[in-house]
């Protein structure tokens, strides 16, 4: 079982996974080189490759001459920066970014990739094997523009693996004048084997899943998600960007980044909504600085879970769903979609009334031993006008399957990626928080 273990993201620098159309698993870590708006290109590249991987199945990709994989990989980051400047009005050049991917494929084997100054540890069976990679001339790389109309064939390189440890991806700063790669302050990727954990220790798992609507038209997810767990706290966050916003995947974006950037602050839960509205409001400012005033609607949607000193806050805006189980085994809902009772409204971070709309709710973290946030795209699948009590058995069943030792993100990718949810065409995500073994 191959699971992923996710950190913290820098200025310009994302890491993203996603299952494929086949199934199989793909990974991406990326470091944009921009002046500005770094986080969002970043974001776009990330998107940009697993779009590649998605549209061409991993079996197919894995099969691809060397050239045909460069010159296809190329293309949908040129695109995807392409589509950001008309966005938010930008005529800047845009370095060769760092990328760093592996993707698996049939039979348990993988292939890894890099473009640019990217590096790539492999971990074979036996921990003393160690393969560091550092591809590339780091002067020579540093220099050439993603709009190039000849960029070298070697400025992206694929390899086969066999099997494997563990494999580290991480961009690598390039120092224009020394010419040496620097990775000081930076962290990585890690694609590898299930471990088992301490029944006790926090463990979050996160699926977000492009769905078929945007996937047809190579378009990228409008959710986000992202977590942290440390000794003195756990934080995670969901957001959903409205389809109807032009760039609304960057609203999601920054919701969740400026939750987990309160979280990180310990921001005392007493004031986590005040502050947090702040947060948002400032990062939105700074997201639509100098741009067009239609260039980035950044409407979204946002649930989060913030653990610390044994309580447990829970905040939502918008549609989306909470649900906890207690250590009893007893299944509640925590928080439910405020749009549930109000057709085609919904309501968002950034709107003037948000404050009206954000729902808190402290609870004893010690009462729950599961807690689960998931979006509309998940939920839409099981209509309770449906009947049966078929989302109260989606739902058991997603908090049941979270009690096997060798559940990890893809296991939750797939119990969410069911033909009831595909039928929608919706993006889908959901992020699913472990605190501790359930009691008999």
């Given amino acids: 079982m191959i699971t992923i273990q996710r950190n913290a993201r820098h200025d310009g620098y994302y890491s993203e996974w996603m299952r494929t159309k086949n199934g199989e698993l793909a990974a991406v870590s990326v470091m944009a080189r921009e002046e500005t708006d770094k986080p969002l290109y970043a974001y776009a590249y990330a998107h940009a490759v697993l779009t590649f991987f998605r549209l061409y199945e991993t079996d197919n990709a894995a099969k691809m001459s060397k050239r045909q994989f460069s010159e296809t990989l190329l293309e949908h980051i040129k695109f995807a920066s392409q589509k950001l400047d008309v966005t938010i009005g930008s005529q800047e050049k845009h370095l060769l970014p760092f990328i760093g991917g592996c993707f698996t494929v049939s039979g348990g084997g993988a292939v890894c990739f890099v473009v640019g100054d990217a590096g790539v540890r492999i971990f074979r069976r036996k921990k003393s094997d160690l393969l560091a990679h550092s591809c590339f001339s780091h002067g020579r790389m540093h220099k050439l523009a993603i709009s190039d109309k000849k960029l070298p064939m070697d400025s992206v390189k694929s390899?086969?693996?066999?099997?494997?440890?563990?494999?580290?991806?991480?961009?690598?700063?390039?120092?224009?004048?020394?010419?040496?790669?620097?990775?000081?302050?930076?962290?990585?990727?890690?694609v590898e084997k299930h471990t088992e954990t301490a029944p006790d220790t926090p463990k979050v798992f996160r699926a977000v899943v492009t769905g078929r609507r945007h996937a047809s038209k190579g378009q990228y997810c409008q959710d986000?998600?992202?977590?942290?767990?440390?000794?003195?706290?756990?934080?995670?966050?969901?957001?959903?960007?409205?389809?109807?916003?032009?760039?609304?995947?960057?609203?999601?974006?920054m919701n969740v980044s400026s939750f987990l950037l309160c979280c990180e602050n310990h921001i005392p839960q007493e004031q986590f909504k005040e502050l947090l509205l702040d947060s948002i409001e400032q990062a939105h400012e700074k997201l639509i600085e100098g741009k067009p005033e239609e260039a980035i609607q950044a409407y979204?949607?946002?649930?989060?879970?913030?653990?610390?000193?044994?309580?447990?806050?829970?905040?939502?805006i918008g549609d989306g769903m909470i649900y906890?189980?207690?250590?009893?085994?007893?299944?509640e809902c925590i928080s439910d979609a405020e749009?549930?009772?109000?057709?085609?409204?919904?309501?968002?971070?950034?709107?003037?009334?948000?404050?009206?709309?954000?729902?808190?709710?402290?609870?004893?973290?010690?009462?729950?031993?599961?807690?689960?946030?998931?979006?509309?795209?998940?939920?839409?699948?099981y209509p309770i006008s449906e009947g049966s009590g078929k989302r109260a058995k989606f739902i058991k069943r997603l908090f049941n399957e979270s009690d096997r030792e060798d559940f990890d993100d893809v296991t939750l990718a797939g119990l969410i990626d069911t033909e009831e949810v595909l039928r929608y065409g919706d993006d889908h995500s959901a992020l699913l928080i472990r605190l501790g073994q359930k009691e008999d």
Avoid: W
């Fill in 324 to 331: 906890g189980r207690r250590r009893s085994g007893k299944i």
């Fill in 159 to 190: 390899a086969p693996l066999g099997d494997f440890e563990r494999l580290s991806l991480y961009p690598l700063r390039a120092d224009a004048k020394s010419g040496k790669g620097n990775q000081n302050g930076m962290t990585s990727l890690t």
């Fill in 339 to 381: 749009n549930y009772y109000v057709s085609n409204r919904t309501f968002f971070t950034i709107e003037s009334d948000a404050d009206e709309h954000l729902f808190v709710k402290l609870l004893n973290a010690d009462d729950y031993d599961r807690v689960l946030m998931m979006t509309d795209g998940v939920y839409n699948g």
């Fill in 300 to 316: 979204a949607t946002m649930m989060g879970v913030y653990i610390r000193d044994g309580k447990l806050l829970c905040l939502h």
């Fill in 224 to 253: 986000f998600a992202d977590y942290a767990v440390t000794d003195a706290y756990t934080a995670a966050s969901l957001s959903d960007g409205a389809g109807g916003g032009n760039c609304s995947e960057y609203g999601a974006l």
